[in-house]
């Protein structure tokens, strides 16, 4: 059974080049299983930007905007590997868009 989508966690993160590889293997191996193993965390995706190197998105769907914004959530303790890698940021914006309406897909119609 698929969960709801009441909301998604957008994030956009550029990275200093010479640490992109360490930042895409941390994002891939520990950060989105970490995040997805979490209540209220439906899917997570990845994209890069088409003209930005370094340059990444991360779309969560969650089941309500709670799961990104809780105290829980908020006061969870980084990984060893997240405070090596977060330095190396260049710049990082992150929203939380809560759902206007319900999630529909092409075969629902």
């Known amino acids: 059974m698929t969960k709801p989508v009441g909301a998604v966690l957008v994030v956009e ?51 309500s905007a709670d799961a990104a914004t809780s105290d829980w959530y908020m006061s969870r303790e980084q990984t060893e590997w997240a405070k090596q890698i977060m330095p190396h940021w260049t710049s990082m914006t992150r929203t939380v868009w809560p759902a206007i309406t319900a999630k529909t897909s092409l075969t629902d119609a």
């Open 13 to 63: 993160i550029d990275v200093e080049p010479e640490f992109d590889d360490e930042f895409n293997r941390w994002y891939d191996e520990e950060h989105i299983p970490e995040r997805t193993d979490m209540p209220g965390f439906v899917s997570a995706q990845r994209f890069r930007h088409p003209d930005r190197a370094n340059s990444y998105l991360a779309i969560y769907e969650l089941e």
